[in-house]
Nanobody, 124 residues
Framework: QVQLVESGGGSVQTGDSLRLSCAAS????????MGWFRQAPGKEREFVAG????????TYADSVKGRFTFTRDNANTTAYLQMSSLKPEDTAVYYC?????????????????WGQGTQVTVSS
């Protein structure tokens, strides 16, 4: 069982940076492939980034590649999404998610555990 709690969202301006945190509880944290997703108003929840168990392998949506960095600290059971050069189109509720499996996936249907989400608003 894994419980996820996101924090770090807020309102910023174009070009600013934010770091989202995802605090996890549960002894299996280090066994889970993790992802960040986001959902803008009127749109479907979309994949943002994924990270494997030891943090060595990450994958990103094309829209955020080069601007966002996903890391994880298994010792402290926390994952982070560093977001830089933010754009208005990054405005969304951001969700941390974890798979039961250690294997990668970009599909939200493959993620079993979800946090409550944190709002990120980028103004121009």
């Amino acid at each position: 069982q894994v419980q996820l709690v996101e924090s770090g969202g807020g309102s910023v301006q174009t070009g600013d940076s934010l770091r989202l945190s995802c605090a996890a509880s549960g002894r299996t944290f280090r066994n889970n492939y993790m992802g960040w997703f986001r959902q803008a108003p009127g749109k479907e929840r979309e994949f943002v980034a994924g990270i494997n168990r030891d943090g060595a392998i990450t994958t990103y949506a094309d829209s955020v590649k080069g601007r966002f960095t996903f890391t994880r600290d298994n010792a402290n059971t926390t994952a982070y999404l560093q977001m830089s050069s933010l754009k208005p189109e990054d405005t969304a509720v951001y969700y941390c998610a974890a798979r039961v499996s250690p294997f990668s996936s970009r599909s939200r249907d493959d993620y079993y555990y979800w946090g409550q989400g944190t709002q990120v608003t980028v103004s121009s």
